[in-house]
């Protein structure tokens, strides 16, 4: 067994770190104290709210706080309570507070050894990297020659690969046509394109907010937040007004406007009873009366105006897609897969084990360190193939 000496150790890499010392008993004050006259310059304390032993750690020169609000604070937390106490305290308070690549260290290794305790890894990669296909749409009335017969039961006929030519990826962007855009009437009366960016640049983030007594996961998404998604995407809604102001597509089409999945068009999404009444008695009035369709289709689907006059107002128009682009249910990066020396890595592409942690692997859309210039079910099938045949090769 190698035994460690004074002379091993150099206390200068600790001097001005911020050290936690949680508890002040016979352990804890010696620690807290051999530190402090050693040089190390920001010692604190942490006890629960109102220990008697305070009162002593604030005699002794020391800033007390609670064992939450010193792991907020800390580089280095020193575990020095009783053992029995250690894993409640470390579930309690530490585990979701320590700042990320902080140091937890224990003066016994009991609750570690019996896996009563097992401290947070060292991955910052987990819930980065979020990825998404962000997307805008243009819709416009169908006339009724050019409406869906019940011939076909697919909507969409289309699909456009291209490159917007911001940036340098080639095929960065995805243009579909839909000639039905929902299942009641007023769906099979409205035309959309959709354009997404394939390779966005923007990256977002999944984090842990605290909500009561839980821990929820909440996805910051930041939509074109780089100013190369903003313009792809403004080219892309300038290509779709173009599109539907062109022959012979523009003859079938009644007033195009800038459209988007939320508000109504979301709500009148679900299958039910009373939503397919209200479509149909409203599909009924815009066929009686023709004159409704456009102003129709300015306040409905537009929001008050055509694509014409959006795509003639560039602020209008960034503005516009920075409130209402919406995602293609394509979520995924947040476990990115990488070589351990990267540090935002999270799992091993050889076998898709979780970097430091002994028995977990994922496997699913969150692996992908850069989202496919595809739909995701394909790949991540393929993603899951491949890990199922290295796992079994690894047996
Ligand atoms: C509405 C919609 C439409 C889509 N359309 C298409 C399309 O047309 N083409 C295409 O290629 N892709 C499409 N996608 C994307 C594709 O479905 C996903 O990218 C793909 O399913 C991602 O696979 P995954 O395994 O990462 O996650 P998922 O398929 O979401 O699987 C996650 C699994 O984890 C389970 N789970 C969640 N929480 C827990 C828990 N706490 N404990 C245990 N299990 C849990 C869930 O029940 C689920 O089975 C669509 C997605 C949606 C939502």
């Known amino acids: 067994m190698r035994v460690y000496y004074d002379r091993d150790a150099d ?14 008993g016979s352990q804890g004050h010696a620690h ?7 040089g190390v310059k920001d010692v604190r304390i942490a006890l629960k709210a109102g220990s008697a032993t305070i009162k002593k750690a604030e005699g002794a020169g020391f800033t007390v706080m609670t064992p939450a609000e010193g792991a907020k ?15 409640d305290i470390y579930n309690a308070d530490l585990a979701g507070n320590m700042k990320q690549g902080a140091a937890l260290a224990f003066a016994h290794g009991l609750n570690v050894h019996f896996n009563l305790l097992t401290p947070r890894a060292d991955l910052p990669g987990v819930g980065r990297n979020l990825q998404e296909h962000p997307g805008i749409s243009v819709s416009a009335m169908l006339r009724p020659e050019a409406r869906l017969k019940g011939t076909t039961r697919r909507h969409i006929h289309l699909g456009l690969r291209y490159s917007s030519g911001v940036g340098d990826d080639p095929n960065d962007m995805f243009l579909m046509a839909a000639a039905k855009s929902a299942w009641h009437p007023l769906g099979e009366r409205i035309a959309t394109f959709i354009a997404w960016i394939n390779k966005p640049a923007s990256r977002g983030s999944v984090v842990l907010e605290r909500q009561g007594t839980r821990l929820k996961p909440v996805a910051n998404f930041q939509f ?13 809604v300038r ?17 195009p406007a800038p459209s988007s999945y939320g508000g109504w068009a979301k709500k009148l999404g679900l299958k039910t009873f009373r939503n397919y009444a209200l479509t149909a008695t409203a599909s009924l009035m815009l066929d009686a009366i023709p004159a409704l369709r456009e102003s129709f289709a300015r306040e409905f689907v537009g ?32 476990c990115k897969m990488g070589a351990a020396s990267d540090r935002d890595a999270v799992i091993s592409p050889a076998d898709a084990r979780v970097h430091g942690i002994g028995g977990l692997r994922v496997v699913d859309a969150s ?17 899951a193939e491949k890990m199922a045949d290295a796992i079994k090769r690894s047996r």
Not at 368 to 382: C, F
Request: aromatic share 4%; hydrophobic share 50%; charged share 20%.
């Open 367 to 383: 692996l992908m360190p850069s989202v496919p210039r595809a739909n995701l079910n394909i790949p991540t099938i393929m993603v």
């Open 239 to 255: 290509l779709m007004a173009r599109l539907v102001a062109t022959d012979p597509l523009a003859r079938h089409l009644i007033a």
């Open 73 to 87: 604070w800390a580089d280095i937390v020193m575990m020095l309570t009783p053992d029995e106490l250690q894993s």
């Open 303 to 334: 929001g008050g105006r055509l694509i014409d006059e959006l795509v003639a107002d560039d602020a209008a128009l960034e503005a516009h897609l920075v409130a209402k682009s919406f995602g293609q249910w394509h979520p995924c990066g947040t």
């Open 224 to 236: 074109l937040a780089e100013a190369s998604d903003r313009a792809r995407l403004k080219g892309a």
């Open 11 to 24: 206390v200068n890499l600790i001097k001005g770190k911020k050290v936690l010392i949680v508890g002040y």
């Open 32 to 38: 807290a104290m051999n530190l402090r006259d050693s």
